[in-house]
């Protein structure tokens, strides 16, 4: 049964949540009793080496992935408690995505793009709140354009307001920025802050960019599929002494 979240309740909560890969030999942990809590209208960076265990946390928080043992609870839904038809819809609902690849459709436009997953979902596009993403993310007057015909930031803008056009209880960020020069790099993850401080949104992106995780309100580091520690009010510097720090550089 789907449950709608109060403002109290986490957006997502791990708990216990173990995952391994393969069997018997070669079987390879990857999460080891992970809990985690994220809040409503918060910027949560997860960072660790590789081999952490962060692009398994972040499939298992979105439902990409259905842990071993233990609970992932999103917006008040057990996702254990549902079919795989369930999960697909509040995957498509409640959830939004910004890969590095950034996952456009080449022969949409900006605009069918942006609401391609509106369209699945069979549900008819706000568009007063389209627009405001749109103007959000700095594209309103590109919405006709393909996306061959974007740079890179643009592409990513793209991916972001697809995020953020279902209105999700939650956005996941996979490395956002992977693919972006330096300059274009900091204007996406200050949009991603933006919409976090100005639209409440919540977002949790997984890098190894302390630049990138100085943007968040706070960054949570992984160590061998656990919890390690976490800073409040990160700067890159104090991200990267914090790394340092852990041996995990």
């Not at 979240?5 to 999460?31: M, N, Q």
């Not at 015909?149 to 793209?158: A, D, M, N, P, Y």
């Not at 968040?216 to 061998?224: K, S, T």
């Not at 409040?232 to 510097?237: E, L, N």
Request: aromatic content about 6%.
């Amino acid at each position: 049964m789907i449950v709608t979240s109060t403002e109290e309740d986490p957006v997502v909560r791990l708990d216990g949540v173990h995952k391994t890969y393969g069997k018997g030999a070669g079987a390879v942990p990857a999460l080891r009793g992970l809990t985690l809590d994220f809040a409503p209208g918060t910027f949560t960076a997860v960072m660790g080496p590789s081999g952490a265990g962060k692009s398994t946390f972040l499939h298992c928080a979105a439902g990409l992935d259905r842990p071993d043992a233990g609970s992932v609870v999103l917006g008040g839904t057990d996702l254990a408690s549902l079919s795989e038809v369930e999960l697909t819809l509040l995957r498509r609902e409640r959830v939004g995505f910004v890969f590095q690849a950034y996952n456009l459709m080449t022969a949409l436009s900006v605009a069918d793009n942006i609401t391609l997953p509106l369209m699945l979902a069979d549900r008819r596009p706000d568009r007063s709140w389209l627009h405001e993403v749109a103007e959000r993310v700095g594209l309103a007057d590109r919405m006709r354009h393909k996306p061959a015909e974007l740079s890179g930031g643009q592409q990513q803008r793209v991916a972001i307001a697809r995020a953020l056009a279902a209105r999700p209880e939650v956005v996941f960020a996979d490395e956002p920025t992977g693919a972006l020069d330096t300059r274009t790099a900091r204007q996406v993850l200050q949009l991603l802050r933006d919409v976090v401080d100005d639209l409440g949104q919540t977002v949790v992106m997984v890098t190894h960019d302390p630049v990138a995780a100085s943007y968040a309100h706070r960054v949570v580091f992984l160590a061998d599929g656990r919890y390690a520690q976490e800073l409040a009010r990160p700067t890159a510097d104090s991200v990267a002494e914090r790394m340092t720090s852990l041996g995990q550089w």
